[in-house]
Every structure is written in C-alpha cells, then in structure tokens.
C-alpha cells in the first residue's frame, strides 16, 4: 500500500523505463575511464556518465551518478534487514543533503529497535541522534551499511553489518507488526443435502454447519453451531440446530495469551478438556517466535578460534553458525519433534574438527528453559443435558527448569470438588519421560456404582518416547494411565453430582503404544494399538491394535496391515486389508488407480476399485469413481458409484451418486465463505480463522497464489483464508487474466496478521490504454535521453528513452504532456495529444504513436503508425 504524495504512485511507472536508460548512460559514461576511476575511489557506488555519447547532450544526468532517485514523499513498504523481513513500516524520502545524493532514507529513531540496531555499537552514534529531526539515515549512520529501494515492490533493503546487529530470536516477529486487521464479518459454511431410497422407503437429509464471526477493535466474536433436518416419505419431517460454542476473544500480546469470554473448551495440556461457559486466560504458543515453541536441548560448547559449528540430526543439517573463541551457547533451535539424538561439529579455523553428541528426545509436555505455558479458566461446566452443572475454577503451569527438566502442575476447586496435579518431564540419552499423579476429592454424590456419598482417589500417568539410532526404531508411549476407584475426573464428577445425571464409566487403565520401524529403503514396519478398562464395569477389556508394513515403488505404493479388535463383552475380530495404488500415466496430472482387499475371520470379506483424478491448470475439477463387492453371512452384493468437486473461486460445489442392490443415494454439497469487509462483500472458497482481503482495484480475474482457485473479483477484492498468525505471510497476485489496460504496481506484499484477524492489504493499480509515443520537437529531432515526461498537474509520469521514445498509460482519449530536461523555458516543450481509433476498438497489446513536443503552447495531433 502506498501513502504519500500525488506523484509517488505515478513515478513507479518511470521505474520501467530507468534500466534502459541507465544501460545506455552506463556504455557512454566509459569514455571518461580516468574521471570514473576517481570518483569510484571515493564512493564504490558511483557511476559517471559522459553526455557527450547521449544525444541531447545538454541533459543534466547527475542525479543517475548514485543511483535511481525516488521522489520525496511517505512511503509504507516492506522493510527487509540482511535480506529477512523486518516488517511493515512508513519511512520518509527527502532530498539528498549531500549534494550528487539524490535520495535520503529517513527512520526515527523508535524505529531502530525493530531493526535490530544495537546503538551502543555504532561509532558516533551519539551526535547523529543528538541532531535527530525525525530523519536518521541508515545509510550514514551505520558503518558500511547499503539502502536499496525497489520502487517497483514497495520494499526497502538494508544491508547491515552484522557486528552492529543486537541478537535476535530466529523466527521472531515484532509485536508492533503484528496485524489486527479491519472492522469485518465472516461466516464459513458447509451446506449438505442427501437423498436415499432404501428397498422403497426414502429419506431426505440437510445439514449446514456454520463459523461465524466478527472482528471489532481487538475483539473477536465467534459462533459456531450446526443445523440438522431429515424428512421422510410419509411427510414427517424434523429439524434441530445445535450451539457449538459462542464466545469473544482477544490479544494480550504483553502475556503472549488469549483472553477468552463465552462457551468454550478448557485447555488440554494437563487435565481432559471439558466445554465451560465463563472466561479463560491462556498463553498462545503461537506468539513465541517458531526457535522458542516446543522443546529442543540448549547446546553447550567452547571454540578456540573463529569456528563454525554445525548441528546434525541423522542426515539433516538443522543449524550452522560461526562462533568467536570461548563459551558458546545455541538456545534457539527450532523443536524437531521425536527425530533423535544431535550430533554437533565444531570446526576450527585452523582446520581442525570435534563432534559430539547432544541427546534429544521429548514428550509433549516439555518446554524449553525459561518458557512458561499457563491457563486460568472460572466458569460453569457447560452441558445441556444436565440441571446443575458446577461452578468451577482452573489453573494449569508449566516451567522449563533447566536444559533437560520441565515442571508442571494444576488445581480444579468446584462447589464439592477439587482435583490437584503435580508432575515432571525428562529428557534424558535414555530417551524422554514424563511422569503426573492427580489427586481428586468430591462429595455430595448419590452413591452408588461402588462409591459412596463422598469419593477421593489418584490417576498416575507415565508419557515415553525414544528413537533407537542404529536401527531408526522409534518408540512412543502416547500415554500410559492407571486411576485408583475413587478417582473422579471434573466431567465424571459434573455427570454424577447432577440431580439428572446418570451413571458414568470410571476408567481403570488405559494404554496407548506406537511403534515405527523404517527397513533402509525396504519399506516401512509399524505396529500400534490401545487397550482400557473400567472399575464399574462387569465386562472385559476394551482393546484394538494394528500392525502393518508399507513400501513404494515406481509404479506405485502398497500396504499390508493387520487389526485386531475386542469389546467389554468379549467379542473379537480380525481384520486384514491389501491396498496398492498406481498413476496411471506418466504425466503429472495423470489419475490415480486404487484397489483394496479386506477379509476376517468371520468370513466377511470386501473388494473396491477406484480411479481418481483432477482436471484443469488450477486441478479446479476433482473426480472419483468405484465398483465394489461384498460377502457377508453368505451373500454377495454390489455397488458403484462417483462423485465430483468443482472449485471455483467463490465457492465448492459437490456431488454424489451412490447406488447398490436395493438402494440408490444422491447427495450435493457447498462450502464457502462470505467475508464483509470495507470495501463490500466478497464470495470466497476459501475457510480460515485468518484472512486477508486484497484489494486491486480494475484488476479482476488476477489471481491469487495462496489460494488454489482463488482470483480478484469484479469489484477488485479477493480473500485469502488459511494464513499463519504472528507470522510473516507473503500474499501474492498473478496479473495474469486481467485486462491489459490493468497495471498492477505490485504483485507481492507481506503481513503478519494476529489469529482471527481480516487484514486488508492494497495493491495500486493504474488504469489506462498502453501507449508508446515517440516524439519529436518541432525541427524533427530527437528529444533528449532521461528527459523528465509530466502530467498537466506536474506529476512525474516517465522519462524519454532510446529513440526518443515513453511508455506511459493514457486514462483519457486526450491529454496534456510536459517534458522537461532541465531549467528555463528552453529546455522544456509541451504536448497536447488525442488517442486514435474509437475507445474500445483497439484490440493489440498497446498503442504506437508519434508527436511533436513545441516549446510553446498548441495541439499535436497523433497519428498510427
């Protein structure tokens, strides 16, 4: 987006032409070698130009010796530091004070900071910030440092010496940048309707499911909810909608949390999470630069020189820096979840090398050193099947401790309950454990179901995970909970203790295992599988597990696998299945051939082949079909079928035909969204918490690269939904489908928007018919090469190139052009001209034309060439 005077929009278009211009400025300047050797002495990035080799040879070219100027004027660009977005920020070009410098970069100085600019380190600092008007040049007040402007983009680049540069988090996005985005209103939603006749007896369903919402301020508001209907064919027909939860949120960025008002679902990082009506503040991970979330070991280590040290995790290269002689600490890893032990390098800068080893494994309740997690939920217990559902209040801490050690606890306190958990998680070479007991008290219960009036008892939980490194077995123990009688959850407690609550299930064990094992290049091996049991419970217990082995191949891939399942009663199956798929074709769109086989050993058995594929350059079309049979109690039965996604930019249409012996079923489908923002509404396919609007005005049918069908719409909006908050996100067009007449000034802008937010983001356009004008003055010549070309209101609008030619866009059939190569009335000449042909009838990329440019007033006719 650009803010700043009427010609800084404009002057972007003489952008285009400068290269020219400066690559024949450039060959004439090499005659004066001796004169250019001199001044490249005192400033590397100065270029001198003989005007002798340019016709015209009274332009005036020495603002193109440093550089291409850039008009004075506020700009908001995209501010990137050693090539790594800083963020967005207004910064002001003024004239060069220098004389030859055309252009001055000016920041303030709250804005050094946000750069990264440590002022102690930066030699007479003192006296440019003592002098401080609001203009602090980087370019000469940092030692060495490089300013580059790309008009074109909206972005400036600072190249700047890293030893001036305080340390910054790797993944770290300033808060000041963080983006909350306009006043606007969504609802996301995903609408149904099936038809099914079953042996004569039919039925109608509709379903539509609803997110919806609205930004105010720094609040968010969010429903969610569901409505179901089904009609049968006697007439009878009943519908129901379902609240999901509704609630308004917010940003403390300060505490790096949420603050949450309304029906919604507590945390589940230490206790289950249970539906509430009341308020909740919680910490976002998501806030935390991407080097501090997760858990990853600080490495430790000492250089006797200027080494580099290298971080290895198997094959993977996961950091490298240089380090000075001495102690040395890396602290900001990004976290790598179960992928082993980390072999670290240090190399000498005298050649030699040492490696060794920091183990790493980790469970998900460990946190790096120093980094807190917490939540504070006081609310009702939320159930609409329940007449007094308790009051209560929760809280939860977590601690990184040390380098391998995390602390965690929490506390519920109801009306007549109270539940308090201690625990703590080790990464260890042994792999990583986290280990928790939670002690629970209730009273006023109904007894019954082996508790009496009052209960308390403990739930003991033990978390494992560990990658084997010679033979890459990786093992992870999701969860392992044992609970003694009296132990009562804050849900069990809730459904026991309502006047209407029924009887609940106490869990007694529960176990949950995973098993990975890669074979070197032969596939993959896995086995996984849970089982559980209850204390009320006069049944066995429950229990599922599966094991299975996968490879691929050239042709395609394949999987084999085997389950077991047993219920509370008793009752067993095994199941296997052979699946195995294959493109069929070479190209990249080709389709896909699919086939699975499963049997039991109850007899069943069931066979399906499928073929799937997509269609269209954005794959816009979605397609699948399927012929299975099935044996079940000794009779065979068959059944086909297909369906089709269709993707356009506005919304996802669907739809499915199904059919068997005896049944035949018909189903459509649209998801979507619909976004009301500043500029109107605007239909999208998209879903997401987090949007952006762009706005490109004139520049419908663009499209936009972060959504797969999305484009500009008629109105020049489109949304794009799915964006990581707290993070830079680059939000880029394609002009590619608009109108030639249609100049997209910029095609890429980057933002980090706050989670939830509707940020709108402007992309200039100019609007005009493309015209190439070669002109003349009134004796036939050429005018002079880097001629200035201005509108009537004295707006830069491009400069005479090659050939005496301009490129600009005409908005009008008829204008006004000044060009100007210098002061005083002879050195400028005017042009009044009128477009050819009738508007509209001109079907080529742009308009050729020729003029004469008069010293004094009078009207030029155009004619073709």
């Given amino acids: 987006m650009l803010a700043g005077p009427r010609n800084s929009t404009v002057v972007q278009q003489a952008a285009q032409f400068q290269p020219l211009l400066l690559a024949v400025a450039i060959a004439a300047g090499l005659a004066s070698c001796s004169a250019l050797a001199r001044s490249i002495a005192d400033n590397p990035l100065y270029a001198a130009f003989n005007p002798a080799f340019i016709h015209g040879n009274d332009v005036d070219l020495s603002r193109f010796e440093h550089g291409n100027p850039v008009a004075p004027g506020s700009y908001r660009v995209d501010v990137y530091v050693n090539q790594v977005w800083n963020g967005r920020q207004e910064i002001q070009v003024r004239d060069g004070e220098t004389p030859g410098v055309p252009s001055s970069y000016c920041f303030n100085r709250s804005q050094l900071a946000g750069l990264g600019l440590d002022i102690e380190k930066l030699p007479d600092a003192s006296a440019e910030l003592e002098g401080d008007d609001g203009c602090l040049d980087i370019g000469r007040l940092v030692p060495e ?121 507590t945390s589940s990082e230490l206790f289950d999470s249970v539906p509430y009506t009341g308020v909740q503040l919680a910490s976002d991970d998501r806030m935390l630069p991407d080097s501090q979330r997760g858990f990853a070991p600080a490495i430790r280590g000492t250089a006797e020189t200027n080494a580099k040290v290298t971080v290895r995790q198997g094959d993977n290269v996961l950091y490298e820096t240089n380090v000075a002689p001495g102690p040395f600490i890396i602290d900001d890893l990004y976290s790598t979840g179960y992928a082993g032990d980390l072999e670290v390098t240090v190399s000498e800068a005298d050649g030699r090398s040492r490696t060794f080893t920091v183990p790493f494994a980790s469970v998900a309740q460990m946190l790096r050193p120093g980094v807190s997690r917490y939540s504070v939920v006081a609310g009702q217990y939320r159930n609409d099947d329940l007449d007094d559902a308790p009051h209560f209040v929760q809280g939860t801490y977590q601690r990184g401790i040390g380098d391998q050690w995390t602390g965690y606890t929490g506390s519920i306190i109801a009306e007549q309950y109270m539940a308090v958990q201690g625990g703590l998680a080790l990464s260890t070479s042994l792999g990583a454990v986290a280990v928790d007991v939670t002690h629970s008290q209730a009273s006023g219960l109904p007894g019954g179901d082996g508790l009496g009036e009052s209960a308390s008892g403990q739930s003991y939980r033990i978390s494992y995970s560990k990658l084997v490194e010679p033979t890459g077995t990786n093992f992870v123990v999701a969860a392992h909970r044992f609970s003694s009688e009296g132990y009562l959850n804050l849900a069990d407690y809730a459904q026991l203790s309502s006047s209407n609550g029924g009887g609940v299930l106490r869990q007694r064990n529960r176990l949950q295992i995973n098993v990975s094992q890669p074979l070197d290049g032969f596939g993959n091996l896995f086995l996984s599988g849970s089982a559980q049991n209850y204390w009320n419970a006069s049944k066995g217990s429950d229990m599922s597990y599966q094991a299975g082995y996968s490879n691929s191949f050239r042709w395609g891939s394949f999987n084999l696998s085997a389950s077991r399942t047993r219920d509370g009663a008793g009752e067993s199956e095994t199941r296997y299945m052979l699946s195995l798929s294959m493109p069929l074709g070479s190209s990249p769109r080709a389709p896909y051939l699919n086939s699975s086989t499963s049997w039991s050993d109850s007899g069943d058995a069931n066979a399906m082949v499928s073929v799937s594929g997509t269609h269209g350059d954005r794959s816009q079309l979605s397609y699948g079909v399927y012929g299975a049979r099935s044996h079940s109690d000794g009779e065979n039965s068959d059944s086909g079928g297909a369906n089709l996604q269709y993707h356009t930019a506005k919304t996802n249409i669907s739809a499915s035909v199904s059919g068997g012996e005896g049944y035949h079923q018909l189903g459509l489908g649209l998801t979507g969204s619909v976004v009301v923002h500043p500029g109107g509404v605007s239909f999208s396919q998209s879903q997401g918490e987090t949007r952006v609007v762009v706005e490109a005005k004139g520049a419908d049918g663009a499209r936009l690269l972060n959504s797969s069908v999305g484009t500009v719409d008629g109105g020049g909006y489109g949304v794009v939904a799915g964006l990581m908050p707290y993070r830079q996100n680059e939000v880029a067009l394609d002009p590619k489908g608009t109108s030639t007449d249609v100049e997209l ?35 036939g010549k050429q005018l002079p090469v880097g001629a200035d070309v201005l509108d009537g209101a004295g707006n830069s609008l491009a400069m005479v190139g090659q050939g005496s030619r301009v490129f600009l866009r005409s908005e009008e059939r008829q204008g006004h052009l000044q060009v100007r190569w210098g002061e005083g009335p002879d050195r400028q000449c005017q042009v009044n001209y009128q477009l050819p042909g009738e508007a509209g009838e001109d079907t080529v990329p742009f308009l050729q034309a020729e003029a004469v440019c008069t010293k004094r007033p009078g009207r030029t006719e155009l004619a073709r060439r």
């Fill in 145 to 265: 440092a490089r300013v580059n402007f790309d008009l074109g983009e909206l972005r400036i680049d600072l190249s700047i010496p890293q030893a001036y540069l305080s340390r910054i988090v790797r993944g770290y996005a300033d808060p000041r940048d963080w983006d909350r985005g306009v006043t606007a209103a969504f609802v996301d939603y995903n609408a149904n309707a099936y038809r099914n006749d079953n042996r004569g007896s039919k039925q109608t369903q509709y379903y539509a499911g609803l997110n919806a919402g609205l930004n105010l301020g720094d609040w968010r508001l969010r429903h969610n909810g569901s409505y179901n209907q089904s009609s049968g064919d006697q007439g009878s027909s009943s519908g129901e909608y379902s609240s999901i939860s509704s609630y308004a949120q917010r940003d403390i960025s300060s505490l790096k949390s949420q603050l949450t008002v309304g029906e919604y679902y």
């Fill in 745 to 779: 000034q910029t095609t890429s802008q980057n933002v980090a928007p706050r989670y939830g937010a509707v940020v709108m983001l402007k992309y200039p356009t100019v609007i005009g018919q493309p015209l190439l004008l070669t002109l003349r003055d009134e004796a």
